[in-house]
C-alpha cells in the first residue's frame, strides 16, 4: 500500500508556543488529506479535511485559529498547533486519500504531542 | 448524519481461536463502503477489510471475513486462527459515496474494540 509519513513522531513543548506537524504523501498524490485527533483508547475524531490549494474544512467544535491546517502541493499537509496547551495534548493522525480505485485512505503513524 | 456503533469495548480470545467482533451503523444512503481497521500497540491504522455495499458476497482476507448483512445495517468481522500479532483496537468505519460513484465522503469510525489475543 502506499505510505505516509508524519513528522515529528513525537514533541514536547511548553505551553503557549506553536507546533507544526507535517504529514506527507510518499509515493501518491494526495488531492484530499484528513487530520485526526485521537485520545487514549478512544476513537478517531476528525478535526479537518484539507484539499490541495483550498482552505482546509474544519469539522463542528474545532477552532481554525487554533489549528492551523495547509495543504500547498499534492504530497504536503501540515497542522499547527498555535499556543498550545496542557490540554492540547494528544495524539495527532493525518491520512491522505489517493485518486483511483476505491480512493482509499492512508494514515501516517501519528503524532504525540505533549504540551507541559 | 451516519452512525457506527460498536457495543463490544473489550474483547479477548485465545490464541488459535476464532473471534467476531460487531458493528453496526446506521445511514439512510444505499451507496458506500465499509471498513474495518487495526490499529495495534504502534497506533498505525492498518485497513484489514473492506465491503462494497452493493456487493451480496461478503468479502474475505485470508484469516479475517465479515458477515455484512445490509438490511439489519450490521457488518461483523471474524478473525479465525487468532494470532498474538492480532492483539489491536479494531474500528469499523463507513464511508458514503455519491450516486455516480465519483466521490467519497469522509470516514465515520465506531468507538472501537480493544481485542487482546492470549497464549
Known amino acids: 500500500g502506499a505510505v505516509v509519513s508524519q513528522h515529528p513522531s513525537w514533541v514536547i513543548c511548553k505551553s503557549g508556543t506553536s507546533v507544526k506537524i507535517e504529514c506527507r504523501s510518499l509515493?501518491?498524490?494526495?488531492?484530499?488529506m484528513f487530520w485526526y485527533r485521537q485520545f487514549p483508547k478512544q476513537s478517531l475524531m476528525l478535526m479537518a479535511t484539507?484539499?490541495?490549494?483550498?482552505?482546509?474544512?474544519?469539522e463542528q467544535g474545532v477552532e481554525k485559529d487554533k489549528f492551523l491546517i495547509n495543504h500547498a502541493s499534492l504530497t504536503l499537509s501540515t497542522l499547527t498547533v498555535t499556543s498550545a496547551h496542557p490540554e492540547d495534548s494528544s495524539f495527532y493522525i493525518c491520512?491522505?486519500?489517493?485518486?483511483?480505485?476505491?480512493?482509499?485512505?492512508?494514515f501516517g503513524p501519528g503524532t504525540r504531542l505533549t504540551v507541559l | 448524519a451516519q452512525t457506527v456503533t460498536q457495543s463490544q469495548p473489550e474483547m479477548s480470545v485465545q490464541e488459535a481461536e476464532t473471534v467476531t467482533l460487531s458493528c453496526t451503523y446506521d445511514?439512510?444512503?444505499?451507496?458506500?463502503?465499509l471498513f474495518w481497521y487495526k490499529q495495534p500497540p504502534s497506533r498505525q491504522m492498518i485497513l484489514v477489510i473492506r465491503q462494497e455495499a452493493y456487493k451480496q458476497q461478503n468479502a474475505t482476507e485470508n484469516r479475517f471475513s465479515v458477515n455484512f448483512q445490509k438490511a439489519a445495517k450490521s457488518f461483523s468481522l471474524k478473525i479465525s486462527d487468532s494470532q498474538l500479532g492480532d492483539t489491536a483496537m479494531y474500528f469499523c468505519a463507513f464511508r458514503q459515496i455519491n450516486a455516480g460513484g465519483t466521490s467519497y465522503g469522509k470516514l465515520t469510525f465506531g468507538q472501537g474494540t480493544i481485542l487482546t489475543v492470549h497464549p
Open positions: 445511514t439512510s444512503e444505499n451507496n458506500y463502503y
Open positions: 484539507s484539499n490541495e490549494g483550498s482552505k482546509a474544512t474544519y
Open positions: 509515493d501518491f498524490q494526495a488531492t484530499t
Open positions: 491520512s491522505a486519500r489517493a485518486s483511483g480505485s476505491y480512493n482509499e485512505q492512508f
